[in-house]
């Protein structure tokens, strides 16, 4: 399945057209003035001392090159001088201060000077990645071709030091990224050198050659205790992992690596089947930032990074490329709407860095007596975060979100995320008409060159009707294209109560409320306190509600605990009939600070 | 009311009989030989270096002294020449190194000798109050008084350097113990100074004038962030401050101190009220092992120490002595069958320190992708700890368990608890056979001068009945005597499903089982894996099954969620129906590492 790229798709209408737009002139500028505030721009000057007004730090260069590259995508939008004189400044100020080799690192270039490439963990190729992904996007969006050749430039000099002279202190990144970078300038400059590169990456991986570096290396923290082709499972840091997985599962594709297709495989089963939130969350523990083991999801503790969230985007997107399922397009809409929306603000300006299923403040100070306290996610999102990689790589996905729409092979195009849009490449146009997911009525307009038009018809939908004759198969419905192909297909959207696998322990006994792809979550500003209080027939009837937060809240009977004196008293007549109010899990804590759970208990 | 000591008491059939038999034969010399594994009686000679062979801990003295009260209690029920023996050379070893002024601590006798009494959270007046709790058994045991009056010249010392020339580097304990050891060395001695000493102990705890010293203080985990007086709530280590209000409690009752009555009326409400687990277990966290906030009731992370339920215990039974009420010895039995007796397996040989309300052996790895664990409560019993005041504690408490069954007033009798039991006092007796708590039918004869006895009536019992015209007032059955009175009382014992306030978020829609004081639990090794997966009704019929642990386990049909392959499914028909085995709680993990849950969750 061939991606069709965002640039060929226009967001037209609806709920992803007012993001888009929201993203696109709020959020990006949020973002940019809160870098400049903390100097993350100031600090590419290279003039800084370590104990100066500001200093920099070892990854700001990623932060500002997600920025960039998200500032490529809105260009690409819409040209606008303003925005574009920024990109044009801080691109002279990379290629100014980088040296002679075309190395640029803003912290290795003012301090530790000698330390270059010494420390495995300490992001050097992570920010190379970023930086070269957005050189591709600013050239993609302009056409300067500045900065990206002097990443290419960048690029020559990390193949030399890395694979020719083999001269660093470590074999791979610590932080993967320049992996799917490296494919990414491939595919822009057609230098099979760098696709070389990155399969070099991926292949060295866990090796026991990279073994042989007495380096920080930190085993199932940088899921390198093993090669990538032998794995089965998600490891460690979950950005890490999943970047490092998207770039496997590029070099997989790239070279058509059979291998390492299934070692893909095998570790996307393992995430979706075992060790993802119902969010499209992953990574179950603050400690490391880290996947833990099969089923282990608890709600309140939850880790589930924004950003790994994203990663987890990539990764589908990626897998669908060498697996034609609808399978990675479900996964995808499923951390779209949930997992990586929730880290926004309905306003557009500030984020989550994770995202938790429960939201206790009442307890957060449980160890208020302690000499060190437990640790919860924070409870109110933040314009900026000292280590502020998701904010960044928010506005990068979603002004590029075009990309995760339409896809196509020699006979078939691919219909993968349904959003009011408009697509065309060379001989073939698809429309799609929809206030999907208010609704799951969806226009389609096709014509061009391809025999085939495959709908993907969504796992969570049981019921559908399509004014064709189709075929099912993958996933998708397959309908025969005949010029001009019109096509009405209606997804029915009933609200479900959804339950975990009985091994998800912290789950069971639970439900959790969606409605198409979205969750829904209740909130203690709607429902008053003690939520865990509540229960919930997963046979309760709902009513749509307002669309307070874009689409439909819902309405639902349910039962809750009566307030008592004592501690414990005999179950009996201890519940009463209350009204629940569930708002879009995406919407949480845009009021304040208040109680939210996700899974509610069952009646 | 006053207390009726268990040295008038012969527990003579039943439960308790069967356990004080296996803690006297067994768990005494268990532990008395894990002891001397650990060269914690060689550690009384005095003569190691810091890097010896063994090393003396600062704490060791207070586990010796335990035993040996311990010891005390078993030789009050039978003179055992081998036993003695054994007491008394360890108490010679102690007379022979103690220093002129009567001082003994065999860590400062021996190692930092400058530093006695500079640093506060070093637990020197703990233990000298155990060796003076042990002083006063073994008197009371044997008649021997050289132990005793060795240890009054150490309180002489330490009156002298704490109250009289104020020397010490701090002034009041950072482990309360010797609160309560004065008032029983008082009380074996009739010497007044004794109790000034521990009232000034317990006048000073928390006061602006001990914020003066610069000392190691830890506010909330010492409890003293305010005065005793001042207090309303229960904080910080939980032993400590369960030790520290039962110091109080004997003097606001040994002084008759009306406001230090109502504080420790305020903080036992707020313990029994807002943070005791169903268990009578205390500590909510394992950072500081410390009480956090009202309602934060976690099960899996449960600190609950066997200590601290003890400390509970030594608490209820000094505050029925200031306020003449059924409710401290309600939270007694529920402490002693559940949250105390869980700390000792079946085989009375190993010990919890902790004692969880819910066991994931499957979880408990769960951040093994990590730098640091999280920390859960260890699934299988220990024969000794480093920390070891645990299994000392065990068998003092249950072998002078005849302390909790009786107490008189002038005019009246109290039945507190119901064992099979004969009490004798100058002029009153009482005999109670039963076979409770296997069944609640209790047959008492009292004979004696009192014009009254008063039945507890168990707040858990909401029917009985009794063979003679009673009235009910705080919570007893009071019943007029006429000469020899034979009563027979009948306590309605049914299997109840208990709810936890709906403020405690971690049991909400959940249930515990309860038959009479006993809670249950259900374990994996009889019910298979993933317990959480299990729903019970409140209404469920339960039929009693074999005494496996002495007292009959519990079945009931129950529904359990189905095998599922995926994680996340549409919840429908996924229970089915299965018959559910319940133990007492107090008998979990005695059957190798398995699953355990308390609190089920609700159908």
């Not at 460690?236 to 998207?246: D, T």
């Not at 500030?350 to 939201?359: D, G, K, R, V």
């Not at 729409?405 to 001989?427: H, I, P, R, W």
Request: glycine letters at 6%; a negative charge.
């Amino acid at each position: 399945m061939k991606k069709i790229g965002f640039s060929s798709v226009r967001i037209t209408g609806g709920f992803w057209k007012t993001k888009q737009e929201l993203i696109r002139k709020t959020t990006l500028y949020s973002v940019y003035h809160r870098f400049q505030d903390t100097h993350r721009f100031d600090a590419l000057k290279c003039d800084w001392k370590e104990k100066g007004e500001y200093n920099g730090h070892i990854f700001w260069d990623s932060d500002v090159a997600k920025w960039l590259e998200s500032a490529a995508y809105a260009l690409e939008f819409e040209r606008d001088a303003e925005l574009e004189k920024i990109v044009d400044d801080t691109v002279a100020l990379i290629l100014k201060n980088r040296d002679e080799n075309g190395y640029f690192n803003s912290y290795y270039l003012t301090v530790d000077q000698d330390q270059r490439f010494t420390i495995r963990d300490n992001h050097e190729l992570y920010c190379a990645g970023h930086l070269m992904e957005a050189a591709v996007a600013y050239y993609h969006a302009t056409g300067k071709d500045a900065f990206l050749k002097a990443m290419c430039r960048y690029a020559d000099y990390i193949e030399k030091v890395f694979m020719i002279e083999k001269s660093a202190a470590f074999l791979t990144p610590g932080h993967p990224e320049i992996e799917l970078a490296l494919v990414r300038l491939y595919e822009a400059t057609g230098e099979k050198r760098y696709l070389a590169l990155s399969k070099y990456f991926i292949d060295t991986h866990g090796t026991a050659q990279e073994k042989l570096y007495a380096d920080t290396r930190r085993h199932l923290y940088n899921m390198d205790e093993m090669p990538i082709r032998e794995r089965s499972t998600a490891e460690g840091h979950s950005v890490r992992a999943l970047y490092l997985m998207s770039g496997a599962a590029d070099i997989a594709h790239a070279c058509q690596d059979q291998e390492l297709m299934d070692a893909c495989k095998r570790v996307y089963d393992n995430i979706v089947n075992h060790r993802m939130y119902i969010t499209g969350g992953v990574g179950s523990t603050y400690i490391g930032e880290a996947f833990t083991v099969d089923y282990d999801l608890p709600t309140r503790t939850a880790y589930a990074e924004t950003c790994a969230a994203i990663a987890l985007a990539y990764y589908c997107v990626r897998m669908q490329k060498i697996h034609e399922s609808a399978i990675y397009a479900d996964t995808l809409e499923r951390v779209i709407y949930n997992g990586i929306l929730s880290g926004l603000s309905m306003d557009g300006k500030s984020f989550f860095y994770e995202n938790p299923l429960e939201i206790d403040p009442a307890f957060n100070d449980v160890d208020k007596s302690a000499v060190k306290k437990s640790r919860y996610p924070i409870t109110q999102r933040l314009e900026v975060f000292n280590c502020s990689c998701c904010p960044p790589n928010v506005t990068r996905f979603f002004l590029s979100l075009g990309d995760y729409l339409y896809a196509c092979n020699e006979d078939t195009v691919f219909v993968n995320q349904y959003m009011a849009s408009e697509m065309k490449v060379e001989g073939l146009s698809v429309t799609q008409q929809t206030n999907y997911p208010v609704d799951g009525e969806i226009r389609i307009t096709c014509e061009g060159e391809k025999k085939e038009i495959a709908l993907r018809i969504p796992a969570w939908c049981k019921k559908f009707t399509v004014n064709h004759p189709y075929r099912m198969q993958d996933g998708y419905a397959w309908i025969a294209l005949q010029g001009k192909t019109e096509i009405i297909l209606s997804l029915d959207m009933p609200v479900l109560a959804m339950a975990a696998n009985p091994k998800a322990h912290a789950l069971a006994g639970k439900i959790a409320i969606m409605r198409g792809p979205v969750v829904y979550c209740a909130e203690g500003v709607d429902n008053g306190e003690d939520l865990s209080s509540i229960r919930l027939s997963p046979d309760a009837e709902f009513t749509l509600g307002d669309c307070e937060f874009l689409l439909p809240n819902l309405h639902a009977s349910a039962l809750r605990q009566k307030k008592a004196d004592g501690l414990y008293a005999v179950a009996g007549d201890d519940y009463e009939e209350i009204f629940l109010k569930l708002i879009p899990y995406y919407a949480f804590a845009n009021r304040g600070e208040t109680e939210m759970i996700t899974w509610i208990n069952r009646k």
